[in-house]
């Protein structure tokens, strides 16, 4: 060959394998980060906790108190989000408002389906915030032929009343539920909303539907909102359908939004395994776990982030010997989409004095990333110290309703903190992939 046909071939092939190489290193995977960000992003479990006794305490205090009889003293689905001016939006679902009698019984129950309750910056409950009447803070319908419809909160977050104001507000994604028959005993799912409401006067002003489920079968039908969090320029909603009713692991789902526009239907976009889409219908189920087990998350998980890693965690559903009403397990991932890796054995959450006995049951474990605990470190060293990471969770006793007036303690949300260290598995821990279910 000619000494410049080879020179110039020579180049050509150079010119081929950089452009190979800079196309291997800017791929990404679907439900991957980047490189640089997958740095930032370990396998992390949970290598430790203890009880997070002040805030279990606050709540107590707070729900003893009867200088009012229309505040809350008991309830569950609680979650929280920080506020511009440094108080916490706590969220509550069903909620007792009522006199407690010697810090234990309630002789007079009254309750709504909704409250939320306002904490000040220096951890203080200071007052439950409902509509006239009183009654609960986001109101109910009903159904043409008179049934109940309500609506429970989910996560929510502040962003701008749209993208570029200065103006703030606070948005919470809300579940409507209908009531029904067996097994749909905790309401019948009907659509996600989101409301927005104003600050810092917490004033409610409008709900915007944003999916109304299409399935026929109740089971199948996704609701958002179980985790909301913002990441950049993001808001990434959570959500799961209802297996978790007939006894099943939920399917898990997420969507985003562009910050500022989270009552707007048409800016959320939905994930479909492959890429954001427009049609809701059109979201397939994140790869939690990855087993043929059954294992996975129940439709009240919760999704947190520390560094560059997401971590899910939830009551182990389909885990072996019923521990689904037992334990806590958690997952973790390098993005919202997943893939999911676990699950990692957690917790068992403790349970208040007697309960036992009371066949009372801890449900939706939902972390609060905003809350401080107090520590130091960045939770990726591998040994176990972190800057902790509060996780809360409900109490209730479903089969014995009297059971929660005769000791209060019985339907409270308790708190742990958790220590979170690096994962370390023995051998190179990938989920299997699992056939995808079409909606």
């Known amino acids: 060959m000619p000494e410049g046909r080879r020179v110039r071939s020579a180049a050509l092939l150079t010119a081929f394998l950089v452009l190979v190489v800079v196309a291997v290193l800017v791929v990404v995977l679907p439900g991957e980060q980047a ?24 709540f107590a205090r707070y729900g003893d108190n009867n200088n009012s009889l229309d505040d809350w003293t008991g309830g569950d689905g609680n979650r929280s989000v920080a506020l511009p001016d440094g108080r916490t939006l706590w969220l509550a679902a069903d909620t007792f408002l009522d006199a407690v009698q010697n810090g234990r019984t309630r002789q007079d129950p009254r309750w709504v389906r909704n409250s939320a309750l306002v904490m000040s910056p220096d951890g203080t409950l200071e007052r439950t915030v409902l509509a006239d009447g009183p009654s609960g803070f986001f109101p109910g319908l009903a159904t043409p032929d008179g049934r109940e419809v309500w609506r429970w909160p989910g996560g929510g977050t502040v962003e701008p009343r749209e993208p570029g104001s200065g103006e703030e507000v606070l948005r919470v994604v809300l579940w409507q539920r209908e009531s029904a028959q067996a097994p749909w005993a905790f309401g019948m799912p009907r659509a996600s909303e989101v409301a927005t409401i104003s600050l810092p006067d917490l004033k409610l002003e409008s709900i915007e539907s944003i999916d109304v489920p299409v399935s026929q079968n109740p089971a199948e039908r996704v609701l958002y909102g179980t985790t909301v969090l913002t990441e ?5 909603v959570f959500g799961a359908d209802e297996r978790t009713a007939l006894g099943q692991a939920s399917e898990a789902h997420v969507a985003r939004v562009p910050r500022g526009s989270l009552a707007d239907r048409d800016r959320w976009r939905y994930w479909d395994g492959r890429a954001w889409q427009r049609d809701a219908a ?12 059954g294992r996975g998350a129940t439709n009240t998980f919760s999704v947190a982030r520390r560094g560059g890693t997401w971590l899910l965690f939830t009551a182990d559903a389909g885990g072996p010997d019923g521990r689904g009403l037992t334990h806590v397990a958690s997952y973790w991932a390098c993005s919202p989409q997943g893939p999911w890796h ?11 004095k007697g309960a036992e006995g009371r066949r009372a049951l801890a449900y939706n474990p939902q972390a609060h990333g905003d809350l401080d605990t107090g520590g130091g470190g960045d939770g990726t060293d591998g040994g176990g110290a972190d800057d902790g990471l509060v996780l809360g969770y409900d109490v209730n006793v479903p089969d014995q309703v009297s059971a929660v007036h005769e000791d209060v303690e019985l339907y409270r949300p308790r708190f742990v903190t958790l220590r979170l260290g690096e994962r370390r598995p023995a051998g190179r821990e990938l989920p299997r992939p699992r056939p995808r279910r079409r909606r």
């Open 35 to 58: 490189e640089d960000d997958r740095d930032a992003c370990r396998p992390l479990k949970v290598t430790g906790w203890e009880p997070e006794s002040r805030l279990t305490g606050e």
């Open 232 to 236: 950049g320029r993001w808001t990434y």
């Open 282 to 293: 059109r979201s397939d189920a994140l790869l939690v776990g990855g087993s043929d087990s």
């Open 342 to 352: 676990g699950p990692s054995d957690a917790l068992t959450p403790p349970l208040p």
